[in-house]
């Protein structure tokens, strides 16, 4: 097997004195991927490296490869998000659970699971928005919500507030204004991250929702929308409440630590 040049120079750089103790089992913890049943690569350096949590993708996969995957992943001594659960997963990682004496966490609405043998972490990197325009939208919010919450961040939510009664969103902004970043999901014609950013200091992610009908429904619509406001707003792809959740998250403990 070839040699990793990478683990070589940060080895030397310990040997050397110009790397610390603590510095270099950073750097090689977050080099290590771990082969699960000649199958997957898990990524079990990300956090570290990245600072974002690898999650397990349930869909297209079988009940038994997720349960192997997170087994193997929570050994290793690790808190493992599970997405887009079907009912056959959920019920495949609650047996697992209970068998192996692991703490499992379900997230009904977002089709999520957290696993683990550790507690969560500590409230610590800054404070996260989440809004959503109708109650449709919840799914792909609460999805944002886990991620940013297992990345440390408080989390502030405001549901169906949309524009179509206009008078629920500025309520709900009043009690949000000390996020650092706000994400905005919504369906149909997406008009509201537009709206928000238009009213607010921070940052907007704006996730389009696979809600709506007809023509550019599913979401296309709400997508076109987003990337055309004339409101200063970053925009994830649809139903991507993962990539919200952690990027509203590195944002907000950017914010915490200046």
Same mark, same amino acid.
């Given at each position: 097997m070839p040699s990793n040049h990478r683990v070589e120079e940060v080895l030397t750089g310990f040997k050397e004195g110009r790397v610390t103790l603590e510095d270099t089992v950073r750097e090689i913890s977050g080099l290590r991927i771990d082969m699960v049943a000649? /199958?997957?690569?898990?990524?079990?350096?990300?956090?570290? $490296?990245?600072? %974002?949590?690898?999650?397990?993708?349930?869909? +297209?996969?079988?009940? @038994?490869?997720?349960?192997?995957? *997170?087994?193997? #992943?929570?050994?290793? +001594?690790?808190? &493992?998000?599970?997405?887009?659960?079907?009912?056959?997963?959920? =019920?495949?990682?609650? *047996?697992?659970?209970?068998?192996?004496?692991?703490?499992?966490?379900?997230?009904?609405? #977002? @089709? /999520?699971?957290? %696993?683990?043998?550790?507690?969560?972490?500590?409230?610590?990197?800054?404070?996260?928005? %989440?809004?959503?325009?109708? *109650?449709?939208? &919840? $799914?792909?919010?609460?999805?944002?919500?886990? %991620?940013?919450?297992? /990345?440390?961040?408080?989390?502030?939510?405001?549901?169906?507030?949309? #524009? =179509?009664g206009i008078h629920r969103l500025f309520p709900a902004l009043k009690e949000c204004l000390d996020a650092s970043v706000f994400i905005v999901a919504a369906g149909r014609e997406g008009t509201l991250p537009g709206v928000v950013a238009g009213l607010v200091d921070r940052p907007v992610i704006g996730v389009p929702v696979s809600t709506g009908y007809g023509y550019m429904g599913r979401g296309k619509a709400a997508l076109a929308s987003m990337l055309q406001s004339c409101s200063v707003i970053a925009v994830v792809n649809i139903d991507a409440g993962f990539v919200a959740g952690a990027f509203a998250a590195q944002i907000a403990t950017m914010a915490r630590k200046t």
């Open positions: 000649g /199958m997957a690569n898990l990524d079990t350096g990300r956090k570290v $490296r990245c600072g %974002i949590p690898e999650v397990i993708l349930a869909e +297209g996969k079988t009940p @038994a490869q997720v349960t192997d995957i *997170t087994e193997k #992943a929570v050994k290793a +001594g690790r808190r &493992i998000i599970v997405s887009r659960l079907s009912p056959d997963h959920s =019920a495949a990682l609650e *047996t697992l659970s209970r068998d192996r004496n692991f703490q499992l966490e379900s997230y009904v609405q #977002a @089709a /999520m699971a957290v %696993i683990s043998t550790s507690p969560a972490p500590a409230a610590e990197g800054g404070i996260v928005a %989440i809004i959503t325009a109708g *109650t449709s939208d &919840i $799914r792909v919010a609460e999805e944002a919500r886990v %991620i940013a919450r297992e /990345m440390g961040c408080q989390v502030k939510t405001a549901y169906d507030v949309g #524009a =179509a």
